[in-house]
């Protein structure tokens, strides 16, 4: 019998199954993302230049696009004022242009990759970066990564909405613009490809992974010619051995790290809920965050902005233990405050502040390892605490630095920072937001088992076949005897040749039965049967057979000898698909202990323990009485 008159899929084949399933579509949907990756650092440039603008008109009233601090104003007291008019702004053009401008754009990102088909509205490819400039321009305590990240993604998944893609693909070029924004805005290309797949592809295929690349380093080698080369924070080389005592200075400030990441998201979402209670509208929230920026910025004027500079004095080591307090408790506050009022900014740039700052207080008590060795430790670990992306921290430090001796106090804290987020917060403090709108997302990467398991490990090779000249009547009593195995609900037919021609229910037969049991005993199954239906193969994926069920909506298969030959092996159903879950599950939560250590003299004093028990004689002739005595 010809598979094409089975109805099925081509048999697969051992041969045929590989380590990756990309196909050839990668190549053009990596040339498009390469073209997003220019796009997307001039968009960079252009939300710089708007920050630049806005700081120079809110705080010294001049025209020009230069990238300046807000610190340095002369307005006095009247500097309050100038947050809250741009948060009244923000607040306006999130009220009547889109809601989706308000936060730090992450989380927003994630939301129209998981929830929208990774399609953005052209309104929020304006509007984000507009509101992010205005925001920080008019002293806001954020970066301007976060908008960044959200505005390149939007300008990539509208590119890829000309084209005829399927939502994984607009996916792949939604990253791709959001890292190659990341990319152009730090110089970062290789932590920028690991922010997009640790928090926002949500898988490790080639497919996806490439064109994110390809995107990155396009945007880092374009910001060679429009905003020049890296690091952002050139810092002195550090000693490539610290020893011990630098070392434990590393689990310190791993711990600490983390501490400080729990209690900024905490803080973060006190403060949101806090302003869900107010009895005013949202669109008014960030202007009441706006007043206590700008009196903490009169306090501690470092706190506004962006904070590039300070975050490069603070690597330099030498700050005055002032600024260190100020942006852990002033900017820090305002920090929290104003993105729980929902206005626009991102998280990066501020993280890095507060972690320079904590390593800035450990350096007065840790061993002395160079100058701001502590801070650029404690920056990249609270990169990992807070945003649970350990491999994002550590590169992402490597790469603004470019002191590739701090390998190794990397890992060590930034694992740490994640290990206490993880064991004390459900979430972080991009996915909190997500879980506030209804949406669960699960961060972990693991192997799933459908992918390592084949049918012939899970099918029931126990079952009754039909034959295909067999009357109604044959088929109905034999489904009813003790010979039908328990909970089989489909039944093959074969022809006289063993091969399978169709299946039939349970249920088909026993209503065929009740409406045509006069005639039961001349009709035959040939009549009756499903011709052409789905099957499996025994030497098939797990995966392969659960997409077909999806696909077909049926969740039972008759399973094929895989040499072609239409001969049936087994029955494979939706139950024993979840077979492989168990096993799974199992793997993780027996404990079993498999070598054990025998001790010399071990059995002696068992064998002395159980006579003890029973009451006998001692080997040395005493009784047990004798010896209790």
């Known amino acids: 019998m010809s598979q094409h008159s ?49 700081t120079n008109l809110a705080y010294y009233h001049r025209l020009s696009t230069s990238f300046v601090s807000p610190a340095g104003n002369q307005l006095g007291v009247y500097a309050i004022a100038v947050p809250v008019v741009g948060s009244v702004i923000v607040g306006l053009m999130a009220r009547y242009g889109s809601e989706r401008i308000r936060g730090h754009g992450i989380p927003e990102a994630i939301e129209s990759i998981l929830m929208f088909g990774s399609r953005v509205r052209p309104r929020l490819a304006v509007l984000k970066p507009l509101s992010a400039a205005i925001s920080i321009g008019t002293g806001g305590p954020f970066g301007a990564e976060g908008p960044i990240i959200m505005t390149g993604g939007a300008f990539g998944s509208l590119i890829s909405q000309f084209f005829h893609l399927t939502s994984v693909e607009r996916r792949t070029l939604l990253v791709a613009g959001a890292s190659a924004g990341m990319s152009a805005t730090f110089a970062a290309p290789l932590s920028s490809v690991l922010i997009g797949v640790e928090l926002l592809l949500f898988e490790w295929k080639p497919r996806s ?99 590039y500079d300070t ?61 701001g060795f502590w801070p650029l430790v404690s920056m990249g670990a609270i990169l990992g605490g807070t945003m649970r992306s350990p491999f994002t921290g550590i590169v992402f430090a490597l790469e603004l630095t470019h002191d590739f001796n701090m390998l190794l106090p990397l890992l060590v804290a930034c694992f740490l920072a994640h290990l206490f987020t993880v ?39 126990n079952v009754v076949v039909l034959p295909c000249d067999g009357t109604l009547e044959d088929a109905y009593h034999l489904i009813h005897s003790t010979k039908s ?54 030497d098939e994926p797990l995966r392969k057979v659960v997409n077909r069920m999806a696909d077909t909506g049926f969740t039972r298969f008759p399973v094929l000898d895989p040499q072609g030959n239409g001969g049936i092996v087994g029955m494979v159903s939706l139950n024993d698909l979840l077979h492989a879950r168990t096993r799974n599950l199992e793997d993780e939560r027996a404990r079993e202990r498999v070598l054990r250590i025998r001790m010399p003299f071990g059995r002696q004093i068992r064998e ?22």
């Open 6 to 54: 089975l109805g099925h899929r081509r048999k697969p084949s051992l041969a045929e199954l590989g380590d990756f399933t990309t196909t050839v579509q990668v190549i053009p949907i990596s040339l498009i993302a390469i073209g997003i990756g220019v796009i997307s650092t001039f968009v960079a440039w252009t939300l710089l230049k708007l920050i630049g603008f806005f």
């Open 209 to 307: 992974a490439i064109p994110v690349a390809l995107a990155s380093a396009t945007a880092c080698v374009t910001r060679r010619y429009v905003l020049g080369l890296g690091p952002l924070f050139p810092v002195a080389t550090h000693p490539v051995f610290i020893g011990l005592a630098g070392l434990g200075g590393c689990v310190i400030a791993g711990v600490a790290a983390g501490a400080l990441s729990a209690l900024l998201t905490i803080g973060v979402y006190a403060a949101e809920d806090l302003f869900q209670k107010l009895p005013i509208h949202w669109m008014w929230w960030p202007a009441i965050g706006g007043v206590f920026v700008g009196v903490g910025g009169l306090i501690f004027p470092q706190a506004l902005g962006v904070g």
């Open 311 to 371: 975050i490069r004095e603070l690597l330099k080591g030498n700050a005055p233990l002032a600024v260190f307090a100020g942006v852990l408790l002033v900017k820090s506050a305002i920090w929290m405050i104003s993105l729980g009022s929902g206005t626009s900014g991102g998280v990066l740039a501020p993280l890095l502040m507060m972690g320079a700052a904590l390593g800035g207080i450990e350096s007065i008590f840790l061993p002395q390892l160079g100058l």
């Open 423 to 461: 064991l004390t917060l459900k979430r972080s403090i991009l996915t909190e937001k997500i879980s506030r709108r209804g949406y669960h997302l699960s961060r972990e990467y693991a192997l799933d088992p459908l992918e390592i398991l084949f049918v012939r490990e899970v099918m029931r090779t």
């Open 485 to 538: 195995p328990k909970g089989q609900h489909l039944f093959p037919v074969l022809n006289s040749g063993s091969e399978l021609t169709g299946v039939v229910t349970r249920n088909q037969l026993v209503k065929l039965h009740q409406e045509m049991w006069d005639k039961a005993s001349t009709i035959r199954l040939s009549e009756v049967v499903t011709e052409k239906p789905h099957v499996a193969f025994s």
């Open 608 to 629: 002395q323990k159980v006579a003890l028990t029973e009451g006998s004689d001692f080997p040395n002739g005493q009784s047990s009485d004798h010896r209790k005595k």
